[in-house]
């Protein structure tokens, strides 16, 4: 079983940035991130497979999501936040090209005031 930890979370006002990191246990060839905001369903963010990307047309263009294998590290670059992307933050490995999730990680509070 993969292990996932994510830190980097915390509270910006809109128009900052932050970067989430998600440490994992072993290496698996895709990988996302999720958010889930309070009252509504948790949804896909970005995903990973090797340098292939794709992202949910409400962060396209101001999140990066990338990898570095040799860390077992996965990350998420957040720029220009708005308040509609508080959310608690999850990493997980996921089945590729969908947002099907094996493993998830315990997550990370990201509050954007504005």
């Known amino acids: 079983q993969v292990q996932l930890v994510e830190s980097g979370g915390g509270s910006v006002q809109a128009g900052g940035s932050l970067r989430l990191a998600c440490q994992y246990s072993?290496?698996?060839?895709?990988m996302g991130w999720f958010r889930q905001a309070p009252g509504k369903e948790r949804e896909g963010v970005a995903r990973?497979?090797?340098?292939?990307?794709y992202y949910a047309d409400s962060v396209k263009g101001r999140f990066t999501i990338s990898r570095d294998n040799a860390k077992k590290m996965v990350y998420l670059q957040m720029n220009n936040l708005k308040t509609e992307d508080t959310a608690m933050y999850y990493c997980?490995?996921?089945?590729?090209?969908?947002?099907?999730?094996?493993?998830w990680g315990q997550g990370t509070q990201v509050t954007v005031s504005s």
């Open positions: 997980a490995v996921i089945k590729c090209d969908t947002w099907y999730a094996d493993y």
């Open positions: 072993y290496y698996t060839y895709c």
């Open positions: 990973i497979y090797t340098t292939r990307t």
